[in-house]
């Protein structure tokens, strides 16, 4: 089956951005956009429309996180394609953290509390997580909220590539109105830069401070993201999985050398350092 395009009738699609009916920034974001123009797709029977030149919109009845195998819903036409899909999202913290975030999806634990399935990783998409932080960050210096990465955390599972956008705004009943205003302009926009170079990130805390501060600051994109935290309990699969679903990795990027040592790593992919990558 060759590759949707335009002249078939089907949109040539890059990514798809994915708005759950039950989550407050997701409708925040949607009802900037208005109602875009259907294409003849539907995904159990939602249309899918069109955003913006290479981009699809899908609303859903349910809550992100577990919308597993999204992914084999969509049409045939799409299924080669595999498409990225962008779920914009509330961000919850026990801190309360205003901020926005970027990560991606999957359980490297036995843990799966929050969608998805304990030990599975979802397919990442490196650049366009790479995109989407640095315009948040640009976006959110007037806004006085950070961009951040999160680690690999939670579901759902699914076999397409996949990233959650997220806007945290503490106790408030609802998102602030200008970093809705913002998340709605970047997510039509988003595009992959060719020269950032990727990686597999290990070590680090949650948030991934390190990382972040790599990818606005060099030609660094990341798939998966695991945490130190998460490289004490994971399954012996998983960094073989880890690598398999961050596409283009060159090697693998530790938050400290101490994070790669042992033989978790061992066959998978070598070690890289933070100077490997230009600056921006």
Not at 144 to 161: C, D, I, R, V
Request: with cysteine.
């Amino acid at each position: 089956m060759p590759r949707p395009s335009a002249g078939s009738g089907i949109p040539s699609v890059r990514y798809v951005v994915v708005i759950s009916e039950l989550d407050p920034v997701a409708l925040g974001v949607a009802s900037r956009w208005g109602t875009p123009d259907p294409i003849d797709l539907h995904v159990d029977g939602a249309p899918l429309r069109r955003l913006a030149p290479g981009v699809l919109l899908l609303r859903r009845p349910g809550r992100h996180i577990f919308d597993e195998g999204l992914d084999r819903r969509f049409p045939r036409a799409l299924q080669e394609a595999r498409p990225a899909l962008v779920f914009p999202s509330i961000h919850r913290s026990e801190s309360g953290q205003r901020c926005f975030t970027v990560h991606p999806l999957g359980n490297p634990g036995s843990d799966a509390e929050v969608g998805g399935v304990s030990g599975r990783l979802t397919p990442t998409s490196p650049r366009l997580m790479a995109d989407a932080l640095r315009r948040l960050s640009e976006s959110g210096r007037s806004l006085g909220l950070e961009a951040t990465f999160e680690a690999t955390h939670h579901g759902p599972e699914l076999g397409w590539p996949a990233f959650f956008v997220e806007i945290g705004f503490g106790e408030d009943e609802e998102p602030p109105s200008a970093a809705v205003d913002a998340l709605a302009r970047v997510l039509p926009e988003l595009s992959e830069d060719p020269t950032d170079r990727v990686a597999l990130a290990i070590g680090g805390g949650h948030y991934a401070p390190h990382f972040t501060e790599l990818v606005l600051e060099r030609k660094w994109a990341v798939g998966h993201i695991l945490s130190r935290h998460s490289l004490e309990r994971m399954r012996p699969g998983t960094p073989g999985e880890a690598w398999k679903t961050t596409p283009g990795a060159e090697g693998i990027l530790p938050a400290r050398a101490a994070d790669y040592e042992g033989t978790a790593w061992t066959g998978v992919g070598r070690r890289m350092r933070d100077q490997d990558a230009a600056r921006r």
